[in-house]
């Protein structure tokens, strides 16, 4: 195929078989030389066709989602998910904020970033990658990044995975993730093919086995992120 | 009887839930361990007849009870389009 390419995403080689360039262009910061794949993604015409109408978008943006759809469809076989939120590290640990589209998730983040400044990194503003292949929950970068196109290719170890809400305050609280199951669930990707989705759900339900869950409702202000960080990292204090 | 295959039972966080994989429904419909049991058996092909008789087997339960939840549950699902008659 014309454009193809490869890239290493999530510790595993993926070939691309795109036929628009953009699609290489988009994951530029992920290339790596012609090798044998773990998977090979490919675009579903039928998806460009009606993501082109439904987003509005030219088809080698189309064909991109399209790919990623497709890596995210084959994740599952690797002990990977897709997940819909933004992560930062904190003194190189990961946290991933979930929440639906709208609640704040890019602004929480650059707050964090404006509060901490360089011991906060952006990992990724809107689609990370769970790892649960190894011992400890990693969290990888992807070059789907939502909107703002914040992304960095790099890998955390996953500390804490947290319900964004808005509220009139900010509070945080460490809970079961079974009491917020819908709204935990409607933010993992959800493969269609057969046996993806349990496969899915077997690698979240390890997560949460080692990895704690925080609500946090809060407000866009720098206060939140006082709130949040206190909450995630109670012995801490000392280094506000 | 049909299965609606866009629902899955998922085993999550010590709790069995149905997660509807096309996202259409957001979602998750929790289900109590029989109710687990009885939508297994449906998506193997079992009758109402033989989920109940699963029921009997596994959990200290008659079988004329076991009958009535099971029928209730399917009428449920039938009702929400999560099984076709």
Redesign the interface.
């Known amino acids: 195929m014309k454009n193809c390419f490869y890239i290493s995403l999530a510790g595993l080689t993926v070939q691309m078989n795109a036929k628009h360039p953009f699609s290489k262009d988009f994951c530029k910061d992920y290339l790596v030389p012609a090798q044998t794949a773990d998977i090979t993604a490919t675009a579903d015409d039928n998806q460009i066709a009606a993501d082109m109408t439904s987003l509005n978008a030219d088809a080698g943006y189309a064909e991109s989602i399209s790919l990623y759809r497709s890596i995210a469809e084959k994740l599952p076989d690797f002990s990977r998910f897709v997940i819909h939120g933004a992560s930062v590290t904190f003194d190189n640990k990961g946290i991933v904020f979930i929440a639906p589209s709208g609640t704040g998730k890019s602004t929480h983040i650059k707050l964090w970033r404006k509060v901490f400044k360089s011991r906060v990194d952006i990992i990724n503003g809107d689609k990370p990658i769970i790892d649960l292949s190894g011992q400890t929950p990693k969290i990888w970068s992807s070059p789907y990044a939502g909107k703002e196109n914040w992304q960095k290719n790099v890998c955390a170890p996953l500390y804490a995975v947290v319900l964004l809400r808005r509220a009139k305050s900010d509070r945080i609280n460490k809970e ?3 009491k917020y ?2 709204e935990v ?2 933010q993992i990707y ?3 093919q057969s046996g993806g ?2 496969k899915t ?1 077997a690698a ?2 390890k997560m ?1 086995k080692t990895v704690p869950f925080y609500i946090l409702e809060c407000t866009p202000t720098d206060n939140a992120v006082k709130v949040a960080h206190d909450g995630l990292f109670p012995t801490q204090e000392e280094n506000k | 009887m049909k299965v609606n295959k866009n629902y ?1 039972l ?6 069995n ?1 149905l ?1 509807d ?3 259409k429904f ?3 419909i ?1 289900l109590s361990a029989t109710s687990a049991d009885v939508w297994q058996a449906f998506s193997d092909g079992k009758s109402i007849e033989e989920a109940a008789g699963i029921l009997c087997d596994k959990y200290d339960v008659s079988y004329d009870k076991a009958l009535k939840d099971t029928q209730e549950f399917y009428d449920k699902l039938v009702e929400n389009g999560l099984i076709e008659k």
């Open positions: 079961q993730p079974s199951l819908s669930i409607s959800k493969p269609k989705f349990a759900v979240a339900d949460f | 899955v998922s085993h999550f966080n010590d709790v839930v997660v994989i096309t996202g957001n979602g998750v929790r």
